[in-house]
């Protein structure tokens, strides 16, 4: 497969000695920026005032374990994603985003707010304020290698560019470069353009100038536009891999007519040895909720030994989703397509060693393994005919292939969910903290977006 190779038009800035003139800039909370060094932006936010408030024991028929809403009832509330976990690495904070309303898709310029959660003294602050969030993963906030710092994006002189949060010092540094993940080490932090991910999906990039027109790139597959990763140290932003490094690792002939490739879900391991990259491609008839093509690869940290991982056909609908690492850094868990039945599966990260973790259990919604590799959690929206939905946390022992249903919970109904607007829907995308005792689950309490914590320590020895 040859390319055909174009530069597109949005500002790709590289922040160095030779470039970048400017010595300030300005947040979207309307602070100042001074340039410390090549890369690194600067600016002392102010204190808030943390919110006391309290959590509330949540319980219904045939609950399986302790569950809690952490999140105050007067506002809307997400976290991440299914694979970016909230809680802190010592476990004793949460993260989340605090979003402005819920129900209507944003417009570039609207701001949510980047929140920590103290589940000890049960408090909330607000940290950060941002232009950069959308409804399935929020301002895209997570935590770094210890409790100190705190990542998001924002819209800043133009550009979506990454923010880290110094909690202790109330310093908050930007970088040259967006994020969609950050390394568990707190080395790097990578990411595909935040402005160019509701080209094929609404609501987990930033806002678009016009909502109905989400900013496009313009022919096959870039060598000049990838996967950027910045160094958190230095703030030198790199690209680390091309559309068209990994786009000609494809094994089939693109259809015609020809489409345009995108990236999507970018993910570290724990281990920060190898990186998860999925791959997109729509073609010239693409509308929102139709299909994306969706491939996944796998490379080294640093971009190299590039591993197609598929085994559904490359060109077929539909493909298999939402990938997530295994604990163990070697193995990937995916929803995929086996012997007609939709499972979940997993295999390694260059494909090999394929296998469904049951024959029994669907391949609905998040899934994720906890460290031991034999318990598998994952969410399920049902939908009630008199206008009500809930979402189901359900766990698998892949050794007994048995599954129960831990808790229910009230969750956003669908009369929303066609075209674009399907970016309003609330998943429950269950995530594990980081020691796999609990559980962050996305559900709805009184009408609004909540976080509720589930006690898994009380189902796995």
Known sequence: MKPRIQNFPIRRIIMNNKQSRRQFLRTSAGF???????????????????????????????????????????????????????FSPSGRYMVTSKLPFQDHLPELGVTAEVCVIDLEEQTIETVYTTKTWGFQTGTNAQWGKSDRYVYTNDLIDGKAVMIQIDLESGDTRAFSSSMYNIARSGEYGIGFPLELLNATQ???????????????????????????????????????YSLYDIASHVPDPMPEPGGTFYFWHSKYNRQCT??????????????????????????????????????????????????????????????????????????????????????????????????????????????????????????????????????????????????AMGALRLDGHPCWSRDYKK??????????????VVDMGELIP
Request: glycine residues 8%; negative net charge; charged residues 20%.
């Open 274 to 419: 190898r990186i998860m990259q999925v791959l997109r491609c729509v073609f010239p008839d693409f509308k929102p909720g139709s299909e994306r093509n969706a491939m996944l690869f796998t490379t080294d940290a640093d971009g190299k030994n590039v591993k197609f991982t598929q085994h559904d056909p490359v060109w077929a609908y539909p493909t298999g989703g939402h990938p997530n690492w295994h604990p163990d850094g070697e193995h990937i868990i995916r929803n995929m397509y086996y012997n007609d039945l939709r499972l979940v599966c997993q295999f390694k990260y260059d494909g090999s060693d394929f296998k469904p973790l049951s024959e029994t259990f669907h391949g609905i919604g998040h899934p994720s393994m906890e460290s031991g590799g034999r318990y598998l959690i994952t969410d399920n929206r049902i939908h009630h005919d008199d206008g009500t939905a809930i979402v189901e946390l359900l766990m698998l022992d892949t050794h007994t292939d048995q599954t129960v249903v831990v808790c229910t919970a009230p969750t956003v109904y669908k009369n929303n969910f066609k075209g």
């Open 202 to 240: 609404q609501g987990y990039g930033m806002p678009s100038p016009k909502v109905d027109k989400p900013i496009q790139l313009t022919e096959e597959a870039h060598k000049d536009e990838g996967l950027w990763r910045t160094n958190l140290k230095t703030g030198e932003s790199e690209l680390l």
């Open 32 to 86: 100042s920026a001074i340039l410390l060094s090549p890369g690194i932006w600067s600016c002392q936010r102010p204190k808030n005032e943390m919110q006391k408030y309290d959590f509330r024991t949540y319980k219904t028929d045939g609950q399986l374990a302790s569950v809690t809403i952490v999140t105050p009832e007067n506002g809307d509330f997400v976290h991440t994603y299914f694979d970016v976990t909230p």
């Open 439 to 452: 559980v962050s689950l996305q559900a709805t309490s009184n009408g609004r977006r909540q976080l509720y």
